[in-house]
Protein backbone atom coordinates (compact mmCIF):
# COMPACT_ATOMS: atom_id res chain seq x y z
CA UNK A 1 0.00 0.00 0.00
CA UNK A 2 1.34 3.45 -0.87
CA UNK A 3 -0.39 6.87 -0.13
CA UNK A 4 -0.11 9.27 -2.51
CA UNK A 5 -2.14 12.44 -1.26
CA UNK A 6 -3.35 13.08 2.52
CA UNK A 7 -5.85 15.87 4.08
CA UNK A 8 -7.48 16.68 6.96
CA UNK A 9 -11.13 17.52 7.23
CA UNK A 10 -12.32 20.22 8.94
CA UNK A 11 -14.29 17.60 11.33
CA UNK A 12 -10.83 16.19 12.18
CA UNK A 13 -10.92 13.48 9.96
CA UNK A 14 -7.78 11.99 8.32
CA UNK A 15 -8.41 10.97 4.33
CA UNK A 16 -6.00 9.73 2.28
CA UNK A 17 -5.45 8.52 -0.91
CA UNK A 18 -3.77 5.30 -1.59
CA UNK A 19 -2.56 2.14 -4.03
CA UNK A 20 -2.58 -1.03 -3.91
CA UNK A 21 -0.58 -2.38 -7.24
CA UNK A 22 -2.81 -0.71 -9.47
CA UNK A 23 -5.83 -0.20 -7.70
CA UNK A 24 -6.66 3.16 -6.13
CA UNK A 25 -8.56 3.89 -2.70
CA UNK A 26 -9.29 5.93 -0.24
CA UNK A 27 -8.74 5.90 4.07
CA UNK A 28 -10.60 8.34 6.25
CA UNK A 29 -10.19 7.96 10.16
CA UNK A 30 -10.89 9.25 13.03
CA UNK A 31 -8.96 11.87 14.73
CA UNK A 32 -9.17 9.69 17.67
CA UNK A 33 -7.44 7.04 15.99
CA UNK A 34 -3.90 5.67 16.96
CA UNK A 35 -1.33 3.38 17.86
CA UNK A 36 -2.36 2.94 21.00
CA UNK A 37 -6.42 3.09 20.42
CA UNK A 38 -7.19 1.60 16.54
CA UNK A 39 -10.19 2.14 15.51
CA UNK A 40 -12.63 -0.87 14.15
CA UNK A 41 -12.99 -0.78 9.94
CA UNK A 42 -15.56 -0.26 7.88
CA UNK A 43 -15.09 -1.12 3.95
CA UNK A 44 -17.54 0.80 1.70
CA UNK A 45 -18.83 -0.66 -1.30
CA UNK A 46 -20.27 1.37 -4.15
CA UNK A 47 -21.97 0.98 -7.43
CA UNK A 48 -19.48 0.37 -10.53
CA UNK A 49 -19.18 4.47 -11.59
CA UNK A 50 -15.68 5.30 -10.63
CA UNK A 51 -14.63 6.84 -6.99
CA UNK A 52 -14.12 10.14 -8.31
CA UNK A 53 -17.81 10.35 -9.56
CA UNK A 54 -19.10 8.33 -5.60
CA UNK A 55 -16.70 10.61 -3.34
CA UNK A 56 -19.25 13.25 -2.26
CA UNK A 57 -21.50 10.12 -1.35
CA UNK A 58 -18.41 8.00 0.01
CA UNK A 59 -17.08 10.86 2.02
CA UNK A 60 -20.43 11.86 3.95
CA UNK A 61 -20.62 8.02 4.33
CA UNK A 62 -17.19 7.90 5.58
CA UNK A 63 -17.49 10.93 8.17
CA UNK A 64 -20.93 9.77 9.77
CA UNK A 65 -18.86 6.76 10.65
CA UNK A 66 -15.94 8.86 11.71
CA UNK A 67 -18.01 9.92 14.36
CA UNK A 68 -18.58 6.81 15.71
CA UNK A 69 -15.37 5.82 15.97
CA UNK A 70 -14.78 4.30 12.84
CA UNK A 71 -12.38 3.88 10.01
CA UNK A 72 -13.53 3.59 6.63
CA UNK A 73 -11.87 2.48 3.41
CA UNK A 74 -13.08 2.12 -0.46
CA UNK A 75 -11.30 1.02 -3.34
CA UNK A 76 -11.45 1.49 -7.31
CA UNK A 77 -14.12 -1.66 -8.38
CA UNK A 78 -12.74 -3.60 -11.67
CA UNK A 79 -13.41 -1.71 -14.79
CA UNK A 80 -14.20 1.78 -13.41
CA UNK A 81 -12.70 5.31 -13.04
CA UNK A 82 -9.08 4.91 -14.67
CA UNK A 83 -8.87 0.98 -14.61
CA UNK A 84 -9.22 -1.16 -17.66
CA UNK A 85 -12.48 -1.99 -19.13
CA UNK A 86 -13.49 -5.06 -18.43
CA UNK A 87 -15.33 -6.11 -22.01
CA UNK A 88 -17.44 -8.80 -21.13
CA UNK A 89 -19.18 -6.43 -18.64
CA UNK A 90 -19.52 -3.48 -21.33
CA UNK A 91 -21.14 -5.79 -23.68
CA UNK A 92 -23.39 -7.06 -20.68
CA UNK A 93 -24.20 -3.36 -19.72
CA UNK A 94 -25.50 -2.71 -23.71
CA UNK A 95 -27.06 -5.59 -23.67
CA UNK A 96 -29.16 -4.61 -20.36
CA UNK A 97 -30.17 -1.01 -21.32
CA UNK A 98 -30.98 -2.59 -24.14
CA UNK A 99 -33.72 -4.60 -23.09
CA UNK A 100 -34.68 -2.30 -20.35
CA UNK A 101 -35.77 0.80 -23.20
CA UNK A 102 -37.64 -1.99 -25.20
CA UNK A 103 -39.28 -3.05 -21.39
CA UNK A 104 -38.49 -6.89 -21.62
CA UNK A 105 -36.84 -9.05 -18.34
CA UNK A 106 -33.33 -8.61 -17.90
CA UNK A 107 -32.21 -12.39 -18.73
CA UNK A 108 -30.04 -14.57 -16.88
CA UNK A 109 -27.18 -14.59 -19.39
CA UNK A 110 -27.21 -11.00 -19.04
CA UNK A 111 -27.01 -10.48 -15.51
CA UNK A 112 -24.30 -13.28 -15.11
CA UNK A 113 -22.22 -11.84 -17.50
CA UNK A 114 -22.65 -8.27 -15.69
CA UNK A 115 -22.04 -9.14 -12.17
CA UNK A 116 -19.77 -12.30 -12.48
CA UNK A 117 -16.64 -10.91 -13.43
CA UNK A 118 -17.16 -8.20 -11.37
CA UNK A 119 -17.64 -10.45 -8.11
CA UNK A 120 -14.52 -12.61 -9.21
CA UNK A 121 -12.30 -10.28 -9.79
CA UNK A 122 -13.22 -7.64 -6.75
CA UNK A 123 -12.99 -9.63 -3.92
CA UNK A 124 -9.63 -11.18 -4.23
CA UNK A 125 -8.79 -7.55 -4.33
CA UNK A 126 -11.29 -6.09 -1.39
CA UNK A 127 -8.75 -9.18 0.50
CA UNK A 128 -5.79 -7.90 -0.67
CA UNK A 129 -6.60 -4.49 0.66
CA UNK A 130 -7.83 -5.59 4.08
CA UNK A 131 -4.85 -7.37 4.37
CA UNK A 132 -2.93 -4.18 3.88
CA UNK A 133 -5.40 -1.72 6.33
CA UNK A 134 -4.76 -4.57 8.67
CA UNK A 135 -1.41 -3.80 8.80
CA UNK A 136 -1.82 -0.37 9.63
CA UNK A 137 -1.49 0.79 13.74
CA UNK A 138 -4.05 2.77 14.21
CA UNK A 139 -6.46 0.10 12.46
CA UNK A 140 -7.63 -2.57 14.43
CA UNK A 141 -11.15 -5.00 14.09
CA UNK A 142 -13.82 -6.33 14.27
CA UNK A 143 -14.19 -5.16 10.18
CA UNK A 144 -17.94 -4.62 8.79
CA UNK A 145 -18.78 -4.35 4.87
CA UNK A 146 -21.19 -1.74 3.76
CA UNK A 147 -23.60 -1.19 0.55
CA UNK A 148 -22.09 -1.24 -3.37
CA UNK A 149 -23.02 -4.21 -5.56
CA UNK A 150 -24.78 -6.36 -3.34
CA UNK A 151 -23.49 -9.90 -4.92
CA UNK A 152 -19.77 -8.57 -3.81
CA UNK A 153 -21.06 -8.10 -0.45
CA UNK A 154 -22.54 -11.67 -0.31
CA UNK A 155 -19.08 -13.48 -1.59
CA UNK A 156 -17.10 -11.21 0.57
CA UNK A 157 -19.32 -12.31 3.69
CA UNK A 158 -19.33 -15.89 3.08
CA UNK A 159 -15.46 -15.90 2.38
CA UNK A 160 -13.85 -13.63 4.61
CA UNK A 161 -13.52 -14.31 8.16
CA UNK A 162 -12.04 -11.11 8.83
CA UNK A 163 -15.55 -9.64 8.28
CA UNK A 164 -18.06 -9.83 11.45
CA UNK A 165 -21.25 -7.65 10.45
CA UNK A 166 -22.75 -6.73 6.94
CA UNK A 167 -25.30 -3.83 5.79
CA UNK A 168 -26.07 -4.55 2.34
CA UNK A 169 -28.18 -2.66 0.23
CA UNK A 170 -30.67 -4.27 -2.20
CA UNK A 171 -30.77 -2.59 -5.49
CA UNK A 172 -28.84 -4.56 -8.07
CA UNK A 173 -28.91 -7.39 -10.08
CA UNK A 174 -27.80 -10.79 -8.08
CA UNK A 175 -27.28 -13.82 -10.65
CA UNK A 176 -29.19 -17.01 -9.44
CA UNK A 177 -26.50 -18.59 -8.35
CA UNK A 178 -25.42 -16.18 -6.26
CA UNK A 179 -28.31 -17.21 -3.73
CA UNK A 180 -26.50 -20.60 -3.13
CA UNK A 181 -24.01 -18.54 -1.69
CA UNK A 182 -25.89 -16.25 0.51
CA UNK A 183 -27.25 -19.44 2.50
CA UNK A 184 -23.24 -19.88 3.56
CA UNK A 185 -23.54 -16.35 4.90
CA UNK A 186 -23.50 -16.78 8.63
CA UNK A 187 -22.68 -13.32 9.90
CA UNK A 188 -25.08 -10.68 11.42
CA UNK A 189 -27.14 -8.66 8.25
CA UNK A 190 -28.30 -5.15 7.99
CA UNK A 191 -30.10 -4.99 4.73
CA UNK A 192 -31.58 -1.86 3.22
CA UNK A 193 -34.25 -2.39 0.46
CA UNK A 194 -36.67 0.87 -0.94
CA UNK A 195 -39.91 -0.83 -1.71
CA UNK A 196 -40.46 1.21 -4.88
CA UNK A 197 -36.61 1.03 -5.98
CA UNK A 198 -37.86 0.79 -10.30
CA UNK A 199 -34.57 -1.30 -11.16
CA UNK A 200 -34.76 -3.64 -8.52
CA UNK A 201 -36.74 -6.62 -8.86
CA UNK A 202 -38.47 -7.09 -4.98
CA UNK A 203 -39.86 -10.42 -4.77
CA UNK A 204 -35.97 -11.27 -5.96
CA UNK A 205 -34.77 -9.27 -2.90
CA UNK A 206 -36.85 -10.90 -0.37
CA UNK A 207 -36.32 -14.16 -1.76
CA UNK A 208 -32.70 -13.46 -1.15
CA UNK A 209 -33.12 -12.00 2.31
CA UNK A 210 -34.82 -15.28 3.10
CA UNK A 211 -31.99 -17.39 1.41
CA UNK A 212 -29.24 -15.51 4.01
CA UNK A 213 -28.19 -18.71 6.19
CA UNK A 214 -27.41 -16.02 8.75
CA UNK A 215 -29.19 -16.12 12.57
CA UNK A 216 -29.48 -12.23 12.89
CA UNK A 217 -30.72 -10.63 10.25
CA UNK A 218 -32.70 -7.81 9.97
CA UNK A 219 -34.77 -6.50 6.55
CA UNK A 220 -35.18 -2.53 6.88
CA UNK A 221 -37.94 -1.80 4.27
CA UNK A 222 -38.94 1.87 3.58
CA UNK A 223 -41.01 3.85 0.66
CA UNK A 224 -39.43 5.35 -1.91
CA UNK A 225 -37.03 4.69 -5.38
CA UNK A 226 -33.81 3.52 -5.25
CA UNK A 227 -31.90 7.24 -4.04
CA UNK A 228 -34.57 7.53 -1.73
CA UNK A 229 -33.11 6.06 1.83
CA UNK A 230 -34.16 7.96 4.77
CA UNK A 231 -31.93 9.42 6.87
CA UNK A 232 -33.31 7.12 9.95
CA UNK A 233 -32.81 4.23 7.76
CA UNK A 234 -29.04 5.11 7.83
CA UNK A 235 -28.50 5.83 11.38
CA UNK A 236 -30.25 2.27 12.08
CA UNK A 237 -27.55 1.12 10.11
CA UNK A 238 -24.74 2.88 11.88
CA UNK A 239 -26.54 1.48 15.11
CA UNK A 240 -26.37 -2.22 13.24
CA UNK A 241 -22.20 -1.76 13.12
CA UNK A 242 -21.86 0.00 17.14
CA UNK A 243 -23.27 -3.29 18.31
CA UNK A 244 -21.71 -5.27 16.56
CA UNK A 245 -17.96 -3.78 15.47
CA UNK A 246 -17.60 -2.04 18.83
Do not use: C
Not at 42 to 53: A, Q
Not at 160 to 182: K, N
Amino acid sequence: MHFTSEQRLDDGVLEREFTLGEIPGILWTPASASASAPAPLILLGHPPLGLRKMYPRLVDRARHSAAEGFATATIELPGSGDRPRLPAVEQARVDMRRAMEVGEPVSDEIIDALIFPLVDKSVPEWQAALDALLSLPEIGGPVGYSGGVISIGIRLAAVEPRISAAVLFAGSFVPRAMFEEARQVTIPLHVLLQWDDEGNDRQAALDLFDAFGSKEKTLHANMGGHTGVPQFAGDAAAQFFTRHLK
